[in-house]
């Protein structure tokens, strides 16, 4: 089984642009989908990002996501941030029989 | 629009069993390509993903919690359900049922259920 590792926390000033790693222990991060989630406190989970780098319907484009294969993480980038997008983020991803998420990003919009 | 919601105990005592049951609403649970999850959080920590079920039947598990867990699907009443065996106190969590599409994202949240294991 493999584990994803995200920072623990992130800040960074409205309007500026912040990233979010998540590394994965073992196995190549290219070989299974990551997936981004926003969960706000009091709130179940949403998709900010899935398939590596695809925005749903609703999720503005200032989100993106990104692979690396060379450090074996997936980023998520937020651009232009507001207060609004202040919120404990999660990456998952998954093998044949396993659904893994990382520990989770707090993200601070000082 | 889909809709998921969790039901069940809100207090388990220790040793016991959690049971909860997502009611699936706006949508059939029976569609190919989509699998039913139950993902938990304790208090102030991360997600976990705790196990999934297909329609068919077929039911996928966590290994740290794979001999406490037991997932089941009911595609006549629309609903599949959790049980947990021999719970304690580290079980104390809000419970979420999840649609995952393709065994990738989980587009799809109950609201979650809070369980709190106590005597």
């Known amino acids: 089984n493999f584990m994803l590792t995200q920072p623990h926390s992130v800040s960074e000033s409205p309007g500026k642009t912040v990233t979010i790693s998540c590394t994965r222990s073992s196995g190549s991060i290219a070989s299974n989908y990551v997936e981004w989630y926003q969960q706000r406190p009091g709130s179940a989970p949403t998709t900010v990002i899935y398939?590596?780098?695809?925005?749903p319907s609703g999720v503005p484009d200032r989100f993106s996501g990104s692979i690396d294969s060379s450090s074996n993480s997936a980023s998520l980038t937020i651009s232009g941030l507001k207060t609004e997008d202040e919120a404990d983020y999660y990456c998952q991803s998954y093998d044949s029989d396993n659904q893994v998420f990382g520990g989770g990003t707090k993200l601070t919009v000082l | 629009q889909l809709q998921l919601q969790e039901s069940g105990p809100g207090l388990v005592k220790p040793s016991e069993t959690l049971s909860l049951t997502c009611t699936v609403s706006g949508g059939s649970l029976s569609i190919i390509n989509y699998y039913w999850g139950w993902i938990r959080q304790p208090p102030g920590k991360g997600l976990e993903w705790i196990g999934s079920v297909y329609y068919s039947g077929s039911t996928y598990s966590n290994p740290s919690l794979k001999s406490r867990v037991a997932i089941s699907v009911d595609t006549s009443k629309n609903k599949f359900s959790l049980r947990l065996s021999s719970v304690t106190a580290a079980d104390t969590a809000i419970y979420y049922c999840?649609?995952?599409?393709?065994?990738?994202?989980?587009?799809?949240w109950g609201q979650g259920a809070l369980v709190t294991v106590s005597s």
């Open positions: 999840a649609r995952s599409r393709n065994w990738r994202d989980f587009d799809y």
């Open positions: 398939e590596d780098n695809q925005r």
